[in-house]
């Protein structure tokens, strides 16, 4: 229980300083458009500075007020291994981004499902598709609108750290509350 | 009584000289043999400077045989001549350094800007020619060319047909958490001239070759959700041909080519496995189940899909036919993780990833009988892929931190690590033979 | 079951066979001398008669009998004479017929005589005749015992000698057998071990090999026979036999065979 008390408070600081600095987060990356190219072309990059202003903004909006009196709401929650199943200590967590989406209905938010590395790539990609739904039903149960919240999973491919011990690997089975606006 | 006399002592004599002569022709039965590697002396060919951009084509063939295991190749310092030609090998010399077989062969330049390409096997146990390869190729081409050498030899000696001229395709990561670049690569077999299809900074998955090996269909994330694109290898040309609402991922080619199944969630966030008529853009629903259905393997005459589902708590092996995808068939037990099937090219195995203990491993199951036998020793071995003569696995697995891929025999005797790099890399895909 | 298993089978029951018809020939003519013969002697006297001895009890002759031969009593008409000479007549008469009686006595006695004599020569040459039977039935007998027991003794040594040549072949067997053996196995390790194995080998693969050597192991002839496997499994037994060669020598010289067969059948 403490341990991820701890954990809990070292996202939430480590959140509060990206968002400070209002430079890239960890596991966001490059912008929708033209970030592949075929056999000939060179290699890409986006224009991965809008999205992250727009990311900031919506950061810098929850920080303003969203989190309640415990500080700032946390971004990242975490599950247990081969589960989609909200663990009670970020039932809370939950229903935070619950009240601020149903607040104002023009916030939208999306929701990254992420597993650790173990097993098959394109099942893990069911599984974080599992647990993005889990939240998002959760979300919906609490008055948010369908159109708020749109979710994605990346499977195994987006670690949050490396390493290959269950250290690692819980740190590494997350949903992520990814604010679009 | 003379005659019972003479009889008796007949009898008595015959009784003696008898007992002895009573044994059989000697017969020895041989029930097992040794996977030892064959020892064979792949002798530098004559080369053509400076058409040859450089390449040892028999530099290439010991590599190929060699790493694949099977072969032991004589080092050069020891051959006390080179011939190039079939007439000029001294069996008795070889066969006295410890070959079994003496590779000969020559690169010349052709009148047209050219080479050709000549080797020969000879038997040095009894100095039977086992024949010759000729072979016409450009610079370009060449390691393509002596590539072919290799499957000649392998064919003779081993039986089966080599692939050694055959390619991969595969994903490569580099960078740190935070700035990955993702690429897609295709390779020759042995690792070697690799070639960047894709770059991107967002994740790259599953690809596929088309039967032909023409077409590479994969996931991309460049859009920020995952969408399906197939792309013209020679040309560079790629089209999207699944941007849904929800999850696209695990394409799969049919047979001929008409068809990609793949996995779709909607927005209910199910993930379910579908076929797509390419040319209609029409979707058949395959599955329709609330576990997740993924990975899907079409079988040779692409009448059965061989699919991931985790219908019965954890993931195993399903198949069902498209004429009644509701009779679902289970067909891996024993363990309670069995995920991402690959069929081999003559549909009689599958290899998958099966959990044991708490590592994940690469096994292969014979349809018919369903013995299983695990093949790789990892703890996070992933992806199988048949090669196409059926006769190895390739599959990524873990190298200290790294990521690496390796390749492993059916019967499980022969391993190899591939040209390692700085990348991490991971979803190996096995090409066709192409004709 | 492969071709070697089979031939050692037939190998075993001709073996089987012909010592079996052996040792019956040999029971059948010996079973003459065996068994007692029906026809056709018949043996006058059962029991155990061992001895040729003199014959205990004569032969039951007709005692000499005194009798009386019948006297022709010839009835004379006696005409009427007179009375001297009558009674000199019946004194002659008297006197005649005493002679002749005397006569007749005597003539009795001596046929009588003669006849015990003949009696007696005849009893003597029946008894005569009944110990040169006895003699000879006895030569017979022992004769006959004399075969009985030579037979006996004859079906012993050859019994003895059976054993003893069933014994000699067991050893044989087991000295040149466990030698054979031997051979047998030092061939299929170093057979088995240079035989490079190639995956289309499966089971069910049977290739029949050929092999000719000289003393010493070299191996100078190799012909790939009846074989259902691919031209690489046809490459690999005739590899295997080369790369076998010099073959291990026979524990005993006389166990070398120039020419024998590898049957490849893998069982894996």
């Not at chain 2, 030899?153 to 993702?182: D, E, H, W």
């Not at chain 2, 009779?327 to 891996?332: D, G, Q, S």
Request: hydrophobic share 40%; aromatic share 6%; proline share 6%.
């Amino acid at each position: 229980m403490h341990t991820h008390i701890k954990i809990l408070l070292l996202s939430c600081l480590s959140v509060l300083a990206f968002a400070a600095c209002a430079s890239k987060p960890p596991v966001k990356s490059a912008a929708p458009a033209a970030s592949s190219s075929s056999e000939n072309s060179g290699a890409n990059s986006a224009g991965a500075d809008a999205n992250n202003a727009a990311a900031g903004a919506g950061n810098r909006a929850l920080g303003a007020g969203a989190g309640g009196p415990g500080g700032p709401l946390a971004r990242v929650i975490y599950f247990d291994f081969d589960s989609a199943e909200i663990r009670p200590e970020f039932i809370d967590v939950v229903a935070g981004h619950a009240r601020a989406l149903a607040a104002n209905a023009s916030i939208k938010i999306r929701l990254e499902g992420h597993t650790d590395e173990r097993g098959s790539r394109e099942y893990n990609i069911g599984l974080g598709e599992r647990r993005a739904q889990s939240v998002r039903r959760a979300l919906l149960l609490q008055g948010v609108t369908e159109a708020q919240v749109s979710t994605v999973s990346y499977g195994e491919e987006r670690p949050a750290v490396t390493g290959h011990t269950e250290e690692a690997w819980s740190k590494n089975r997350r949903v992520e509350f990814v604010y679009l606006n | 009584m003379q005659f019972k006399n003479a009889l008796q002592l007949f009898g008595l004599v015959s009784l003696l000289g008898l007992a002895p002569a009573s044994r059989a022709e000697l017969q020895i039965d041989i029930t097992q043999g040794v996977t030892d590697p064959i020892p064979i002396a792949i002798v530098p060919f004559s080369r053509a400077v400076p058409a040859d951009g450089g390449l040892d084509v028999a530099e290439v063939v010991r590599h190929d045989l060699d790493g694949s295991g099977r072969f032991r190749s004589m080092a050069i310092a020891s051959m006390l001549s080179q011939p190039t030609r079939a007439d000029d090998v001294q069996i008795a010399d070889w066969r006295a350094a410890g070959n079994d077989y003496v590779l000969v062969g020559r690169v010349t330049a052709t009148a047209d800007g050219q080479l050709s390409v000549v080797a020969e096997l000879v038997n040095a146990l009894t100095g039977q020619r086992l024949g010759n390869t000729q072979l016409v190729a450009t610079a370009v081409n060449l390691r393509n060319a002596a590539h072919q050498v290799s499957d000649f030899v392998f064919q003779k000696l081993i039986g089966a047909r080599g692939a050694f001229a055959t390619r991969i395709a595969y994903v490569s990561v580099t960078g740190n958490i935070g700035a990955q670049r993702y690429s897609l690569i295709v390779a020759d077999a042995d690792g070697e001239n690799p070639k960047v299809i894709l770059d991107s900074d967002q994740p790259i998955m599953s690809p596929a070759w088309s039967a032909d090996g023409q077409w590479l269909a994969y996931v991309s994330f460049e859009n920020r959700i995952s969408s399906i694109f197939v792309q013209r290898l020679r040309t560079g040309e790629r089209r999207q041909v699944s941007a849904r609402v929800g999850v696209n991922g695990a394409p799969a080619w049919s047979p001929d080519g008409q068809r990609l199944a793949l996995v779709l969630s909607g927005t209910g966030g199910n993930l379910d496995i579908y076929v797509l008529n390419l040319a209609t853009q029409t979707l058949q629903r395959f599955t329709d189940n609330p576990a997740i259905d993924t990975e899907p393997v079409w079988s040779t005459d692409g009448s059965v899909l061989y699919f991931t589902s985790d219908r019965s708590g954890g993931p195993q092996i399903y198949r069902a036919s498209l004429a009644a995808p509701e009779r679902v068939e289970r067909l891996t037990f024993g363990s309670s993780y069995n995920a991402r099937a690959r069929l081999s090219p003559d549909g009689k195995q599958l290899a998958f990833v099966t959990r044991v203990g708490s590592d994940y491993r690469i096994a292969v199951q014979d349809l018919a009988s369903g013995d299983m036998r695990v093949l790789s020793h990892g703890s996070l071995d992933e992806s199988p892929s048949f090669a196409p003569n059926g006769m190895s696995v390739i599959y990524s697995a873990r190298q200290g931190e790294q990521g690496v891929l390796a390749t492993v025999s059916v019967d499980g005797l022969v391993t190899q690590r591939l040209k390692s790099s700085q990348a991490e890399v991971r979803e190996p895909v096995w090409g066709p033979f192409t004709p | 079951m492969n071709q070697a298993r089979r031939d050692q089978w037939l190998a075993s029951f001709l073996s089987v066979m012909v010592h079996g018809l052996i040792i019956g020939a040999i029971a059948f003519t010996g079973w003459h001398f065996i068994r007692p013969t029906r026809a056709p002697m018949v043996l006058p006297i059962e029991g155990s008669v061992v001895q040729a001895a003199a014959p205990q009890a004569a032969p039951q002759a007709a005692p000499p009998e005194p009798a009386a031969p019948p006297v022709p009593v010839v009835a004379q008409p006696a005409p009427q004479p007179d009375p001297a000479v009558e009674a000199r007549r019946a004194e002659e008469r008297r006197i005649a017929e005493q002679q002749e009686q005397e006569l007749a006595r005597a003539k009795a006695a001596r046929e009588a005589e003669a006849q015990a004599e003949a009696e007696a020569q005849a009893k003597a040459k029946a008894a005569q005749v009944a110990r040169e039977q006895a003699r000879k039935d006895a030569e017979q007998r022992a004769a006959e015992l004399a075969r009985q027991q030579a037979a006996k003794d004859k079906a012993l040594r050859e019994a003895e000698l059976r054993d003893q040549l069933a014994a000699e072949e067991r050893l044989n067997a087991a000295r040149t057998g466990g030698q054979e053996a031997q051979y047998k196995q030092l061939l299929y390790a170093r057979i088995t071990n240079a035989w490079i194995r190639p995956p289309s080998a499966k089971p069910g693969v049977v290739c029949v090999v050929h092999v000719t050597q000289v003393p010493g192991g070299e191996v100078t002839g190799v012909t790939v026979g009846t074989c259902n496997g691919d031209a690489a499994v046809r490459e690999s037994v005739e590899a295997a036999v080369y790369r076998a060669s010099p073959l291990p020598a026979p524990p005993t010289p006389d166990l070398f065979e120039r020419e024998f067969t590898v049957n490849f059948a893998p069982t894996d």
